[in-house]
């Protein structure tokens, strides 16, 4: 029943008055005489009419305030025969019909969502139904639905506002609500199937929390979804991207990677990748107050700390050598890099051993400043230094250093 309420044994007196009160207008509500009830009306409500010996149903009351009462059971002749029972329950079946629900159940067709109806299933064609067919689509539905039939729920909480649930032929779901009184008609897509990026879902006012199918592209169940931007690798609650190195705003490495973004809020979140080629790299960042920051390494499970042999000059980095690592340099120059270009964490440091009879010099880019007890080069043929990281754009040296 509408606000039947039954208070707890602990509940005073005093703080039982509402409940109490909504309870008699509940039981109020179904009413017995010789004219219809005018005050604390409910749709749905029942009004036996003793002088016609019949049982009427509230079916809507307009802006007005005007009720619309429809006979469901005729009593004045014998309600014990089968033809009076057999009656009754037609006028109940077309009564029901009227209200939303079909023959056999069937949704009754909805032309226009505007027609406020009351509580019931309905059904209607969808915006992208040919007009030269002769079919006009439901008027004042979600944008979308296409050139399929719609399942309607609609769900009328009074004869003002009316909330909608529709359903097309593709599996995709819209909510709806219509306040009569201002004329206000808006929709939301809560559940879609397919490429989420169709143009065709592009002016549904998608919002977060969205419902998706299990196994849609990027969600669980599903595979990755592929992008062109890692920048572009966001969405609501938790993703899963993938991307070549060829992607615009990848991580250092030139290879495929994937991936996950964890989101708070449309301006906050966390984006973090691994290497598909399984060497083990992996990368994260955040995305704070709509702005991305750099690409950060974790270095775990294969991609860790090594020996490393190199002919030539080399840039620390991201790629190998990485941090911790022991570089056995043959020949060539070892340069650090600004930490714009390459962010490496504070306290990174590689040990640099010199090879051959050419000494190593330690290199800083313009703007990084390097702190050296002597000169910045290697003293002689297996001499050993260490660089380490000690502030975004400041290293020390140590070590077998050529004298000052």
């Not at 029943?1 to 509940?11: V, Y």
């Not at 969205?210 to 592929?226: D, Q, R, S």
């Not at 750099?294 to 860790?304: E, F, I, K």
Request: net charge neutral; hydrophobic share 35%; proline share 6%.
């Amino acid at each position: 029943m509408q606000n039947l309420q039954f208070p707890a044994p602990e509940t005073k007196i005093k703080d039982s008055l509402p409940g109490l009160l909504n309870s008699m207008r509940t039981i109020m509500s179904n009413n017995s005489g010789s004219s219809f009830p005018t005050t604390e009306l409910q749709l749905g409500q029942f009004c036996y009419r003793q002088d016609q010996g019949a049982i009427y149903m509230l079916k809507t009351i307009d802006e007005q305030g005007i009720a619309t009462w429809v006979k469901v059971i005729d009593l004045s002749g014998n309600p014990t025969t089968a033809e009076a029972m057999a009656a009754a329950l037609k006028v109940l079946s077309d009564t029901m019909s009227n209200s939303g629900l079909g023959t056999a159940g069937r949704g009754k067709l909805l032309t226009n969502f505007k027609d406020v109806p009351v509580s019931g299933m309905y059904s209607g064609y969808g915006d992208g139904v040919p007009a030269a067919n002769g079919i006009a689509p439901a008027a004042n539905g979600p944008q979308g639905t296409g050139n399929t039939m719609m399942g309607i729920l609609a769900l009328a909480v009074n004869e003002n506002l009316v909330y909608y649930v529709v359903v097309n032929g593709a599996y995709n779901i819209w909510v709806g609500q219509y306040v009569k009184s201002t004329g206000l008609m808006g929709w939301d897509q809560v559940m879609r199937k397919g490429n989420l990026g169709s143009a065709a879902f592009a002016n549904t006012g998608i919002n977060t929390g969205n419902l998706v199918p299990f196994g849609t592209a990027g969600f669980h169940g599903g595979n990755c979804e592929i992008v062109g931007d890692w920048n572009a690798a966001r969405g609501y609650g938790q993703r899963y991207y993938m991307a070549p190195g060829t992607a615009a705003n990848s991580p250092p490495g030139g290879t495929w990677y994937m991936g996950q973004y964890i989101e708070h809020n449309g301006n906050w979140g966390i984006q973090e990748v691994w290497a598909f080629e399984g060497t083990g790299k992996r990368f994260w960042r955040a995305y704070q107050n709509g702005t991305w920051g750099p690409w950060q390494p974790v270095y775990t499970g294969a991609w860790m700390a090594d020996v490393y042999v190199r002919g030539g000059d080399i840039t620390l980095g991201y790629e190998y050598p990485l941090p911790g690592s022991y570089i056995r340099m043959v020949s060539g120059n070892v340069y650090i890099p600004t930490h714009a270009s390459k962010p490496l964490p504070i306290g990174s440091q590689f040990t640099i051993r010199q090879q051959s009879g050419t000494p190593v010099q330690i290199i800083p880019w313009s703007g990084v400043n390097l702190n050296t007890p002597e000169t910045n080069r290697t003293r002689k043929g297996n001499s050993t230094v260490t660089v380490v990281k000690v502030g975004n754009d400041d290293w020390d040296l140590m070590g077998d250093l050529e004298l000052a």
